[in-house]
């Protein structure tokens, strides 16, 4: 009790989504660091539309599984932190 963690899970472009948003390309999963996920996006002028280079966002979660990650892996990433009270022994306070 006390402690909270934060996961994130990024779901698939939805095929009506894949045309529009040309996929995922502004999210960014570092390889070697599962609790990491970076967004950018183009940073355009005030002035005009030129394309300036990208300002990134950094985020930190306790785990961040990608689009393809499955059920399962998420199951075996939560599984110990899930703890069913059975409010028949237990008493809810």
Do not use: M
Not at 10 to 36: C, I, M, S, Y
């Amino acid at each position: 009790q006390g402690n909270i963690r934060v996961f994130c899970r990024v779901r698939p472009v939805l095929p009506e989504e894949e045309e529009r948003q040309k996929g995922l390309e502004h999210l960014r999963f570092p390889p070697h660091d599962n609790t990491a996920l970076v967004l950018s996006r183009p940073e355009e002028s005030h002035v005009g539309r030129e394309r300036r280079g990208d300002i990134r966002y950094d985020f930190s979660f306790d785990r961040v599984f990608p689009p393809a990650a499955t059920q399962q892996e998420i199951f075996e990433e939560i599984a110990l932190l899930v703890q069913v009270r059975d409010s028949r022994n237990h008493p809810p306070w």
